[in-house]
């Protein structure tokens, strides 16, 4: 084997090894791969939202980090807040929901004369 093609292939082959250690996620880091399943994962959470007529599907914001999804937002009921997270825990890829949903205060509809 020829000395150039030997130091050619390794240092490609180092370029490779960084290239793929650089792709790879970390606790609280995610690799483009991990992101692009996080999104995902959102996405389907919000998909169910949408298809629950109790749900606003735009009053609930919807984040994921590895499997984590957080919930955050205002309802109007705390059957609502309920509701968002029973369906965030049924899809597939969901490990733990953290619900942060605040209920709206309602103001008394009634005047003082």
Same mark, same amino acid.
Do not use: W
């Given at each position: 084997?020829?000395?150039?093609?030997?130091?050619?292939?390794?240092?490609?082959?180092?370029?490779?090894?960084?290239?793929?250690?650089?792709?790879?996620?970390?606790?609280?880091?995610?690799?483009?791969?991990?992101?692009? =399943? =996080?999104?995902?994962?959102? =996405?389907?959470?919000?998909?169910?939202?949408?298809? =629950?007529?109790?749900?606003?599907?735009? !009053?609930? @914001?919807?984040?994921?980090?590895?499997?984590?999804? !957080?919930?955050?937002?205002?309802?109007?009921?705390? !059957?609502?807040?309920?509701?968002?997270?029973?369906?965030? @825990?049924?899809?597939?890829?969901? @490990?733990?929901? @953290?619900?942060?949903?605040?209920?709206?205060?309602?103001?008394?509809?009634?005047?003082?004369?």
């Amino acid at each position: 084997m020829n000395r150039a093609y030997f130091i050619g292939h390794f240092f490609i082959g180092l370029l490779l090894v960084a290239f793929i250690a650089g792709c790879s996620g970390t606790n609280n880091r995610t690799s483009t791969g991990e992101y692009t =399943d =996080d999104a995902l994962l959102s =996405d389907e959470v919000k998909t169910e939202f949408f298809h =629950d007529p109790a749900i606003k599907v735009f !009053q609930i @914001k919807v984040e994921s980090f590895k499997g984590f999804v !957080q919930l955050t937002g205002l309802v109007d009921s705390a !059957q609502t807040s309920g509701r968002a997270t029973e369906i965030a @825990k049924s899809v597939r890829g969901v @490990k733990y929901v @953290k619900n942060s949903i605040a209920l709206k205060k309602i103001a008394s509809q009634e005047t003082t004369k």
